[in-house]
């Protein structure tokens, strides 16, 4: 369900992922769409929502999972494209990392994350 902001370039949309909903607001920019803000974290830059993609939430202090993603990156032979970040809601962050290709595995990071999610758009 999209509901537009005020500006009515900005929608809200209630997206449920592995059985979890979320709130996403979002809009385009040129012909991409970009994330500004998931379940009350917002990106200071939005974060483009195209090709492959890795979205996790961890806690902000912890940069293991970052550390564990470029090797995972490195084993599977893809690059790191684009990395953002959000603000942080209790203690925890949303990132948004755009990858060359998909992880065949995200075992590893699992431990390390609160919720992760794989997409290709």
């Known amino acids: 369900d999209v509901a537009p902001e005020p500006d009515s370039s900005t929608g809200l949309v209630q997206v449920s992922l592995q059985g979890t909903p979320h709130q996403v607001t979002g809009t385009v920019q040129g012909s991409t769409p970009v994330l500004r803000q998931i379940n009350g974290a917002t990106f200071k830059l939005p974060a483009p929502l195209s090709g492959p993609l890795l979205i996790y939430r961890a806690k902000a202090s912890d940069t293991s999972a970052l550390?564990?993603?470029?090797?995972l990156l490195s084993k599977a032979g893809a690059q790191l494209l684009s990395y953002h970040s959000s603000s942080t809601v209790a203690g925890e962050q949303w990132n948004v990392v755009g990858?060359?290709?998909p992880l065949p595995s995200l075992g590893e990071l699992k431990p390390?994350?609160?919720e992760i999610f794989q997409l290709h758009l």
Not at 67 to 71: F, I, R, S, V
């Open 67 to 71: 550390a564990t993603l470029t090797g």
């Open 99 to 101: 990858l060359s290709a």
């Open 112 to 114: 390390r994350v609160t």
